[in-house]
């Protein structure tokens, strides 16, 4: 299969001497190193994961490096995003206790919003999210602050109970919802957070890039044109759309996040 861009590099038309339309697919996704050292390869997703990070960090540092009564516009900015967390997600889920953990939600929040919002930058043009290491590095580090969060405030016996039993539970039926319980808890939950921002990343993308292709194919001196015009309309507006989803699943991720965290929170049932 074709790579996209070597099509559209190469002026590839539909047209009866033409080549066959190059549909994208996960060559969309791969990218050649940037630079190695021994058998680490850094390439293009890792810069923009890099930038993202640096993005929120260099933000948020210099919003409240030194925060004055009345704030200044980046000042205003930063406390705007700050609480846009606090009172939507945080006090609203998790309560008064939630207040200590909006630090960690807004960084997990923006830090999503940003690797979502690559897509649409000139020059990056990939949702790093998409790569499905970086949503299963940031369930990872939720599931481990909840079950951090389980255990530090039930105990260890506690714990376990808190995550795999229900009380008043018909003796015959123990078994099966422990498992369950343990299987949703523990296991399920890292891994439906991961896949849900990827699968909406990764499918927003290629549809883009599949809409952006079929542009440029169809793009002939003669009926196809007005195809290529109508693939066009599709990318701009998938490319719109796209902009919401990436907002709310950066909105999505952080809400379940702090749902967890609510979960481990509360007393035992």
């Not at 000042?75 to 700050?82: A, C, D, K």
């Not at 919002?117 to 970086?134: G, K, W």
């Not at 015959?172 to 439906?192: D, G, W």
């Amino acid at each position: 299969m074709s790579n996209p861009s070597t099509m559209l590099a190469s002026g590839c038309h539909i047209t009866p001497s033409g080549c066959g339309f190059p549909a994208p697919g996960l060559n969309s996704f791969n990218f050649k190193p940037i630079f190695s050292i021994g058998s680490f390869d850094f390439t293009k997703p890792m810069l923009l994961a890099l930038i993202c990070m640096l993005l929120v960090v260099g933000f948020f540092w210099a919003a409240f490096r030194k925060p004055k009564l009345v704030p200044g516009k980046l000042q205003l900015v930063g406390e705007i995003g700050y609480n846009f967390i606090a009172r939507s997600i945080a006090r609203e889920v998790i309560g008064k206790k939630g207040d200590k953990f909006v630090p960690f939600l807004t960084s997990i929040f923006f830090f999503v919003w940003l690797m979502n919002i690559m897509s649409i930058i000139p020059l990056a043009q990939f949702p790093v999210a998409s790569r499905f290491a970086y949503p299963v590095a940031l369930a990872l580090l939720v599931w481990i602050t909840y079950m951090y969060l389980t255990f530090k405030t039930h105990g260890f016996v506690g714990g376990w109970k808190h995550l795999t039993y229900m009380q008043g539970l018909p003796k015959p039926l123990v078994p099966l919802i422990v498992f369950l319980e343990f299987l949703q808890n523990v296991i399920t939950r890292p891994f439906t957070l991961a896949v849900r921002l990827w699968a909406n990343m990764f499918a927003g993308h290629m549809l883009i890039v599949m809409f952006s292709v079929a542009t440029w194919y169809l793009l002939t001196p003669s009926f196809y044109a007005v195809f290529s015009g109508a693939s066009f309309a599709l990318s701009i507006g998938m490319t719109a759309f796209e902009v919401l989803i990436q907002f709310l699943q950066a909105y999505i991720f952080t809400l379940l996040a702090s749902l967890y965290i609510s979960g481990a929170l509360e007393e035992g049932h």
